[in-house]
Every structure is written in structure tokens, then in C-alpha cells.
């Protein structure tokens, strides 16, 4: 193109004439994008095919939405471990994925062999995919259900309601509503705890939270539907011996004294992670340096994201450290003196209770019930901000002022969690599961 012809289009764009092309442009992708959120929600809801095998054995069947080598993280190891768990105690234990999408038994296997904790898992259990509904799920008729999403717990309902009506198990990890805006997805998902259903919440902030709201097992109308179980665990989080959380704090000390220090930001830009306030957090961190806070010599890297560097005032970097594998996550965390880890749930969730075990200062959010005063109990080593950028700057203020003190930071490593999966699905927790489930 020449340059007489680059003069003459942004004439033209610049007199409108493109701008009816632009409007049908911006119309065609509003509509390929309702029609994908149409087509992606009915998929979730389609129900499971099922067929009551008289011959077939009984089975307690979890439902979740895929299962590879990216799923062995997060809320995940929640899922697979009580499945073990539950086989361990004499069940067949069969996991059902629900979601359309690749699917290889044989790679599983191979990406199971390299996790220490799943290792056996296909040994321990049945893995059945259901994602495309084309084959019927043999099922006994005193078969058992476990949900572990909102759109599982639909398609969990269904199918006991053919056979005995009998409550399903559903694993509560989230409010899953407020993983969307105001809407279909959002209605659909509350909608799930209005079924007959135990609960096992995975922290007992979130079961107060449905508690204080009515919500699910402790709405007002189940009280019709006889006696509905609930009870809360917690998701183990990483431990340190006392050598390494010692050396750790030693070396802190050290870098502080020269002012050097080093914080860690939980940093997800992506659309899909908003609950991690990636905004506030970064622009409250950006007044903290503005403000004079934090010395010449400070570092300030990002986990969770494969984002690149991000820029911060007075010249200085977020450098962005992508996501890690678990053994390299757990040493990064006894390298930083403070953390920075927003979420906007009821729950704490686990990265600021991890940085606190590693001898962080953590500056994490309130959120309804989750107070300041509640987050304080877990540790001294978490500080509850306000979700503003007032609060992140304050509350990151207090971190620094306090992180000199070695003593407050190893007492408060001591995160009152569980730390091994044994002590989070204990003895007398998984007996009324399984008295649920029977």
C-alpha cells in the first residue's frame, strides 16, 4: 500500500465511512459470544444417561468436570483425595466426568504416575467418561451421588430423584454464584443448593456464610425434606520444619536490616480469576510505593499468571514469575518477607494461609463474614484489609512496619489449618459421610 492510499483510508475512517462496517463487526461477535454462553450453559445442564443395572454393584459416584494433568491443583486435590478416601474405607468409588472434551484413560496414567499423591489413584477407583452422553451410566439402584460443582449437583438431583429421592453429597468449595455476573449462570448456580443435599463445606467461614444467608442446607423450606447433614474441613495446606521456617526467617531478617526486602503478589490479570481483585491489588501496591513505603532496595514479584512484567511507579518492576510446580511454589514461599493475596470469597482461601505457614506478613481482603478479627484467628501473620485502595495501601503499610518482628511472624506460621489431608478428612468427619452416603 502506498503511502497516498494509507492517506486516503484514514480519510475515509476519519469521515465515518467505516462505521457501519465496524457496527455489523461488533454485532456478528455479540452474537457469536450469546450464542457460545447458550450453547456452553445447555451443555452443562444436559442430563446424565443413566440405566439401573440389577447385576451392576453399588457404587458411589462423583461426579466432576474433567480430569487430566492440569486438574491435579487446587480444589481439585479436594476432590480426587476424598475419593481415595471413601475407597479406602471398603467403597467403589467411581469418578464420572460430566464435561464435554478430550478424554485419554491411557494419558491419565501417564500423568498420574508422575504425582506422588495420585500415583495409584486408578488402581483406587473407577474413571467412567460421561461428557458426551453417548453411552448410558450403569448405576445400581441403591447407588450413591456426589456433587462437586453447581452444575453437577444439577444433574446429581436428577438422577436420584428417578431413583429413590434419597439426598446426594454435595462438596461445597465455593458459592459458585459469585463466580458470574447477574444472571442466568448465576441463578442457575444458587439454584443447585435448593436440592436435598448434604453438605461438606470446605472451610467453616463458608459454611457460616450459607448459614447466615439461609442458604442450602439451612434454608428455612428443608425442613421439610427430613434430616440434611453438614459439616466443614479444610483443605491441607503446605507445612515447613522448623529448620527451614528458621532459615527462612533469619534470612529475612538479614535483608530487611539492609533494606531489602521482597514481597509476593498473587497476580491474575485474566478475566477469569476477578475474584483475585488483580486491580485493587495492584493499584494499592502502586500507592504503597508512591507513598514513599517501600525502600529502593524492595523486589516485588507476581505468582499465578504467565502474564510478562508489569510496570510500577518510580521505576520499578512487577517481575512475573508464571505459575509454579508444587515442590518449587513451597521453597519460593520461604524466600519473601511480605505477601499480597486477594480473594474476593467468604472463604480465606489457601495462598495467604501458605504464605502465612512460610512466615509472611499477608496483606489478604474482609469479605462479609470473613473479618478482620476472623482472619486473625487463623494467624497473626494475616492482615484482613478492606477491599479498597485505601485498604490494600494501609494494610500494607502495617506489613511492613511489622515485618522486623521475627517473633510475631514465626507464632503466627503456626496457621490454626489443617496441614495433612489425614487431618483435614478425619476419622469421625468421613464416618458421617459415610453414614450419608449409605
Not at 74 to 88: D, M
Not at 253 to 278: D, T, V
Not at 290 to 313: C, M, N, T
Not at 315 to 326: A, D, H, I, N, Y
Amino acid at each position: 500500500m502506498s503511502l497516498l492510499d494509507g492517506k486516503r483510508l484514514r480519510r475515509l475512517a476519519s469521515s465515518g465511512w467505516l462505521l457501519p462496517v465496524k457496527r455489523v463487526v461488533s454485532q456478528t461477535l455479540q452474537q457469536t459470544a450469546e450464542r457460545a454462553s447458550l450453547h456452553r450453559l445447555e451443555e452443562k445442564l444436559r442430563p446424565l444417561v443413566v440405566k439401573v443395572d440389577a447385576g451392576a454393584p453399588r457404587r458411589i459416584n462423583l461426579l466432576i468436570p474433567e480430569l487430566h494433568r492440569g486438574s491435579l491443583y487446587g480444589g481439585y486435590i479436594a476432590k480426587l483425595t476424598l475419593a481415595q478416601r471413601l475407597a479406602a474405607m471398603g467403597n467403589r468409588v467411581r469418578l464420572v466426568i460430566v464435561d464435554p472434551g478430550p478424554f485419554s484413560l491411557a494419558r491419565l496414567g501417564e500423568a498420574l504416575q508422575g504425582n506422588a499423591r495420585f500415583a495409584q489413584l486408578l488402581e483406587q477407583v473407577e474413571v467412567v467418561y460421561q461428557g458426551d452422553r453417548k453411552a448410558a451410566l450403569r448405576i445400581s439402584d441403591a447407588d450413591a451421588f456426589i456433587a462437586t460443582t453447581w452444575w453437577s449437583a444439577h444433574l446429581a438431583a436428577e438422577v436420584v430423584e428417578s431413583m429413590r429421592g434419597k439426598p446426594f453429597l454435595y462438596l461445597i468449595q465455593e458459592y459458585e454464584p459469585f463466580t458470574y455476573p447477574m444472571g442466568s449462570w448465576f441463578a442457575m448456580a444458587h439454584a443447585s443448593y435448593q436440592y436435598p443435599h448434604h453438605a461438606l463445606f470446605s472451610s467453616s467461614l463458608l459454611r457460616d456464610f450459607f448459614e447466615l444467608n439461609d442458604i442450602g442446607v439451612f434454608a428455612a423450606q428443608t425442613a421439610t425434606t427430613g434430616y440434611l447433614g453438614q459439616t466443614a474441613f479444610e483443605n491441607a495446606i503446605v507445612s515447613y520444619t522448623e529448620p527451614e521456617l528458621s532459615a527462612s526467617l533469619s534470612a529475612s531478617a538479614a535483608r530487611l536490616q539492609a533494606g531489602k526486602g521482597r514481597l509476593l503478589f498473587y497476580a491474575r490479570p485474566e478475566g477469569h480469576a476477578h475474584r483475585n481483585l488483580y486491580e485493587l491489588g495492584y493499584l494499592g501496591l502502586s500507592r504503597a510505593i508512591e507513598d514513599g513505603l517501600f525502600a529502593d532496595g524492595w523486589e516485588f514479584h507476581g505468582i499465578g499468571s504467565e502474564r510478562g512484567d508489569q510496570p510500577l511507579p518510580g521505576g520499578r518492576t512487577l517481575k512475573m514469575l508464571g505459575k509454579l510446580g508444587f515442590d518449587a511454589y513451597r521453597q519460593r514461599l520461604l524466600d519473601y518477607d511480605l505477601g499480597l493475596s486477594l480473594m474476593y470469597t467468604q472463604h480465606p482461601s489457601l495462598l495467604p494461609l501458605e504464605m502465612a505457614a512460610a512466615g509472611q506478613l499477608v496483606v489478604t481482603n474482609t469479605c462479609l463474614n470473613k473479618s478482620e478479627q476472623r482472619l486473625a484467628a487463623l494467624s497473626g501473620n494475616l492482615i484482613g484489609a478492606v477491599p479498597t485502595l485505601t485498604g490494600v495501601r494501609n494494610g500494607l503499610g502495617s506489613a511492613l512496619e511489622a515485618s522486623p518482628d521475627i517473633e510475631r511472624r514465626r507464632q503466627g506460621a503456626q496457621v490454626a489449618w489443617a496441614r495433612t489431608w489425614d487431618e483435614a478428612y478425619h476419622d469421625s468427619l468421613m464416618a458421617d459421610v459415610q453414614a450419608w452416603l449409605s
